[in-house]
């Protein structure tokens, strides 16, 4: 016990000197999203038990998988801080599992079990008291979930057979969730699945309804996880090397070639970047393939370009993953590092882009002139974006050779990357939309267009980004290794804004993506091809006469919150400065 509490001591301690400035503003964003997504889950507790446990299965599955894709989950304590205390891995594991509990996510995951409690209160007083036990070990099992998640493809990530294997299984299943409608279509079911009951995640509400199991099962299942992640922390204090054998010598004709023999040699051996690259291909394929249970193939063409836009993603944070290694590039004249990783990016990339693309649309029957417009122009563009976002939007990363036991944790800013890998995905595909909508209106003329648009992309971005590194390859090379930007003389317009400026810019350009494209474009076109009662898209639930002008608002919405963050953030000219003052 005293164990537990001095580590979640450390744990409060930590975060209180850590999160600030911009680490402060993301777990502020994160708090509030995660405040909305809690009340919304406390109000499915007043419509019905069937939506609540629905909601609970998001959560579960929120945390089983959140931390696997994006940074190895919290690891303000490690395991490796207390290797020389001689703790048993039952007491570590009891005293991490303590420090767990303190931080936004659980905070923020109790606040949407207190839907238990209300369930509980509209049945009876007894139930009420039954769910305050309930919601405390609905909390445990969903950390320990994640804990162990993270455990198993950590351990997976120390051979190469287990980087693939496991990039496969977790790219095939978030594809699977991003197309579970198809699922729920194929196997007709039109209101909540059945299915939910049995997670892990109605077990707390089974017992607030009386089932005597449940709680029971509920510590139970507590208890296990916790001694399957105690074992897995043991596991993960054996960390091995790699052998030397069979490597051949590295040769290159210059500078940039050495760039691209190392990048190559990077891609091939560096297990986290084998299990980026076999998830974006695994999600690629399985995405696309999805809709094949409905008997319909007209996806399988795009499974390509979904490949290169998730690769894109996954390897944003190109720059700051290598960590300090950066001073190496800075200290060799005339070497072109950023067109070498573009090189060695593409080398990696475009053959699988490339075959998987013409193979799948071959056999579908097309279409040829949108797929191969689509290709060149997302290749290109994600060529020049990967370097481009990498240099401005840098998040400090933890050199390879001191990654703990978790290979997944390659840097300590979870809020950065995950912005950082949404931002590319947008972008990405953005390069790619002058050559779609040419090869819709014109047909062929789209793959010129695309070649041009993908080719500029990657020769411009590029240029960008290589200028970038020669006039702040110190500054950067300072971030990387103190996790801290150094100070300027000069403010930004930004920074002279006032707190709730900055709050409402933030909220503009963070929030303005949902109702523009899902809520506002996407559900247009659903609209158009009668595809109602979709998803959450709320177009496709109104009477015929609003669903254009509902998503027709949302479109007008978006546009409204981009435009309002640009006017806030838009530099002023100084008082008292004319106009034409020279």
Partial sequence: MAVALTMARMKLAMLRHTFHGQRAQTAGT???LGALGATGTIYLAFVGPDLLAAGYAVWLLGWMLGPVFMGGGDETLRPEYFSLLGLPPRRLAAGLLAAAFVGVAPLVSLSALLGLLVAGVRLGVANALLAVPAMVLQLAVFVLLSKVCVAVVALALRTRLGAIASGLLNGAVLAGLGQIWVFLVAFGQTGVPAGVWYLPSSWGLLAVQGAWWALPALALLALLLLGAWAALLTRRA????????????????????????KELRTWSRDLVRNYQLTLALSYGVCFAASPLILGWNGMMPYAGPIFVVMAAAMAANQYGADGTALWLTLMTPGASDVRGRQLAWLSAHAPVAIVLTVTLTATSGGPWPLILALLPALLGGAAGLVPLISVYGLVPGTDPHRRAGNPLRTSEDDGGLTGQAYLTLVLVILTGAPAALVAIWYGWAGVAVGVLTGA????????LAERRLRATGPELLHVMRTGRKPHTTMKSRFDQLSKTQKTIASWCFGFGAIPLVPQGIL?????????LRHSWFLATYMPPGLRYPVAAAFILLGLAMYGTGVWIVKPRPAHGTSVNET
Avoid: E, Q
């Fill in 30 to 32: 994160g708090a509030a």
């Fill in 238 to 261: 054996g960390a091995t090397g790699t052998s030397a054998r069979g490597r051949r010598p590295m040769r290159a004709a210059g500078a940039t070639g050495a760039i691209v023999a």
């Fill in 523 to 531: 559900a247009a076109v659903f609209v158009a091809n009668d595809m």
């Fill in 456 to 463: 500029l992309c990657s020769w411009g971005f590029g240029l």
